[in-house]
């Protein structure tokens, strides 16, 4: 685990929540403090599975870190600690759970760091079975964009390629219900996790542009802001 603040009270009072985290939880995390961005992007490894990364710091930004981390990384989870919630929304362009704000409360951090620890666990076991030309397939499901119904098919967009198979929509969101899939139309199943960008009524993702419908819209955008931690108005 990583903090990245320049302010010394803040790096000691996340230390000292993480500390008294271990203790509820009986969990143990290794603890590197970073006092800028630019110096954990300097010496980025890939060996943190959580950082919590301040937005505002003098020689680097964090959206900017986050963004530098998250193209050599896309598994490791970045908690935002702002003293601004207007910045968080900005965290889906680089898939940040979600943020806490400052003066940091610890029932807050808790929540925050709860969401962080089950994601881990979730992504530990995170295999779907799929049966592809009379052959079993285990797919990574932290590895899918999208998936599409068309006719009898359910074509599954992964990140580097795609398979189809015989079997509904509904079943398939039933299996990955929870692993943070929300559908945007009665067509798509949208893995939250691999949203790039909102553009008027379609949603990126994977690249590629689905169509959000009027009547999906509300469930849609609700279930985008509580995974990445926002409220949608």
């Keep these: 685990m990583a903090i990245v603040d320049d302010d010394v009270i803040i790096q000691n009072k996340l230390k000292q929540y993480i500390k008294e985290y271990e203790k509820e939880k009986k969990e143990k995390f290794y603890i590197s403090i970073y006092s800028d961005a630019f110096d954990i992007v300097e010496q980025y490894n890939g060996l943190y599975d959580i950082i919590f990364m301040d937005i505002q710091m003098e020689k680097m930004d964090g959206l900017t870190a986050a963004e530098r981390i ?41 929540q925050q760091l709860d969401k962080a620890v089950n994601r881990i666990a979730l992504s530990k076991s995170a295999f779907l079975l799929v049966t592809v030309n009379s052959e079993i397939i285990r797919l990574d499901i932290t590895k899918i964009c999208y998936m599409e119904s068309i006719e009898h098919k359910v074509y599954i967009h992964l990140e580097d390629e795609t398979i189809s198979i015989y079997n509904s929509l509904s ?11 929300a559908r945007c139309n009665s067509c798509f199943l949208v893995s939250l996790k691999h949203v790039e960008s909102i553009e008027k009524d379609c949603v990126v993702v994977g690249g590629a542009e689905l169509v ?13 802001a509580e995974y990445i931690g926002g409220e949608y108005i």
């Design 70 to 110: 998250r193209a050599v990384d896309k598994n490791v989870i970045i908690i935002f600690v702002t003293n601004m919630s207007g910045y968080a929304i900005q965290g889906y362009k680089v898939d940040a759970l979600s943020y806490v704000v400052k003066p940091i409360v610890y029932v807050d951090f808790v």
């Design 171 to 181: 079943n398939l969101e039933q299996l990955v219900k929870n692993f943070h899939f």
């Design 212 to 224: 959000i419908s009027r009547s999906k819209k509300k469930n849609f955008m609700n279930a985008l």
